[in-house]
């Protein structure tokens, strides 16, 4: 059997999963949502990424990403690989692409900030 704290919502179910024949027995879950995100964890789990990716920018040495959907769990550490080894070259804005299907996850790697675009006076008076 194992344990898992549902993270759907603030209610926070504490679920028993156990596997019969291929099928999960879940218990403990206060509404679907928490079966399918136990579901999902055992079967599939997931994450998302938010991090900073360098830039060639001195006004702008680091600009906050993200990936645009959640990643399998177990290829966090290659994805992060990946964006340590980018430099960003050109004055993206947010929601620009920075890393086009990264590893071939069908996920890219989005800016979330437009500081770069941003003139250094603007970035004083905000
Ligand atoms: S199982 Fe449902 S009620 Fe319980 S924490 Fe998850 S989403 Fe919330």
Known sequence: MKELVCIVCPRGCRMQITEE????????????????????????????????????????????????????????????????????NTRLGRGDIVLENVLGLEADVIATSNILKETESERRTS
């Open 21 to 88: 024949n291929g099928s999960l027995q879940i218990t403990g879950n206060g509404c679907k949502r928490g079966a399918a995100f136990a579901e999902s964890e055992i079967r599939d789990p997931r994450r998302t990424i938010c991090t900073t990716v360098r830039t060639a920018f001195p006004d702008v040495p680091v600009l906050p990403v993200r990936v645009s959907k959640e990643i399998p769990k177990d290829r966090i550490f290659d994805v992060m690989a990946e964006i340590n080894r980018t430099t960003v």
